[in-house]
């Protein structure tokens, strides 16, 4: 049994900073990769980042280049999601997710992954 446990979020005004953890405890092997999602109200559930495991490659949405910063700790199982320069727009329940092999998808796509957490909530105020 894997779980993914985030914590991090919070409500933060507009420009403010954020940092989401996540840990994975449980039967975990070595990941294929592992990533962000969220969520706003009405909406689908949308990619944000994700992180191979083994090389550390990143992959960002356009909507978070350059203000968002993936990262993971492979001793700990943990992956990060630094967020800065946050908007109202990015108010969401954030997901973590892991993947763990190569199924032929995309890591921007959400079947891709195999675990998801509970979600962490971020509230971004303008």
């Known amino acids: 049994q894997v779980q993914l446990v985030e914590s991090g979020g919070g409500l933060v005004q507009a420009g403010g900073s954020l940092r989401l953890s996540c840990a994975a405890s449980?039967?975990?092997?070595?990941?294929?990769?592992m990533g962000w999602f969220r969520q706003a109200p009405g909406q689908e559930r949308e990619f944000v980042a994700a992180?191979?495991?083994?090389?550390?490659?990143?992959y960002y949405a356009d909507s978070v280049k350059g203000r968002f910063t993936i990262s993971r700790n492979t001793a700990d199982k943990t992956v990060y999601l630094q967020m800065s320069g946050l908007k109202p727009e990015d108010t969401a329940v954030y997901y973590c997710?892991?993947?763990?092999?190569?199924?032929?998808?995309?890591?921007?796509?959400?079947?891709?992954?195999?675990?998801w957490g509970q979600g962490t909530r971020v509230t971004v105020s303008s």
């Open positions: 997710a892991a993947r763990s092999s190569y199924n032929g998808q995309s890591n921007y796509a959400t079947p891709a992954y195999d675990y």
């Open positions: 449980g039967r975990t092997l070595s990941w294929y990769s």
């Open positions: 992180v191979t495991w083994s090389r550390s490659i990143t």
